[in-house]
């Protein structure tokens, strides 16, 4: 089955710095790669995803690259707030719908 | 819409006592999924159900049971409650078609 590693488990930044959480899965069937977020007592939500016919996605101040031959991803979040504070965890999937989660990352964005 | 809905929000066991997690959605979704979040150990699958009356074990399926008799709901039972099942429990439910999963609030379990 799918296996997905993600680094680091803890990522502490000054507001305004750049975090970058880095995730490898093994299967490389796996086609889409979702990121959540999980705030304080929270349920996870989807903040991005990327499919693997994609290398980078946007959305305002968040941003995924893919690297499919070299099995690994990266969820990018510029100029951090406070309010970016929370767990993220990477996902990899295919075709059963039923991604397989990363441990996740605590993120500790300091004002 | 309500969403992925789950009760209870918080439960305390003992040792040895059986209950059942309630998760309910009302979103028409095919894919419904029980998943465990342990400090450090990011969310594991228990058990998952493409469509009713088809589950299937997930990654740390023992000592849960699962039953998908509708599209709507998709209980968690747990047989004999064992300390090692303390955890947050989430339940999940992903259109046919579709990726993103829609995650219950949780449920917070303890066992004594």
């Known amino acids: 089955g799918e296996n997905v590693e993600q680094h680091p488990s803890t990522l502490s930044v000054q507001e305004g710095d750049s975090a970058v959480i880095k995730c490898t899965y093994s299967d490389s069937a796996s086609n889409y790669f979702p990121w959540y977020k999980q705030e304080l007592g929270k349920r996870p939500q989807l903040i991005i995803d990327i499919r693997s016919n994609v290398g980078e996605k946007k959305d305002q101040r968040i941003a995924v690259t893919l690297n499919k031959t070299a099995k690994h991803f990266s969820l990018h979040i510029t100029e951090t707030q406070p309010e970016d504070s929370a767990v993220y965890f990477c996902a990899a999937g295919g075709g059963s719908y039923i991604p397989t989660f990363g441990r996740g990352t605590s993120l500790i964005v300091h004002p | ?112």
């Open chain 2, 1 to 112: 819409n309500a969403g992925v809905t789950q009760t209870p929000k918080f439960q305390v066991l003992k040792t040895g006592q059986s209950m059942t997690l309630q998760c309910a959605q009302d979103m028409n979704h095919e894919y419904m999924s029980w998943y465990r979040q342990d400090p450090g150990m990011g969310l594991r699958l228990i058990h998952y159900s493409v469509g009713a009356g088809i589950t299937d074990q997930g990654e740390v399926p023992n000592g849960y049971n699962v039953s998908r008799s509708t599209t709507e709901d998709f209980p968690l039972r747990l047989l004999s409650a064992a300390p090692s099942q303390t955890s947050v429990y989430f339940c999940a439910s992903t259109q046919n078609g579709a990726h993103e999963q829609y995650f219950g609030p949780g449920t917070r379990l303890t066992v004594t």
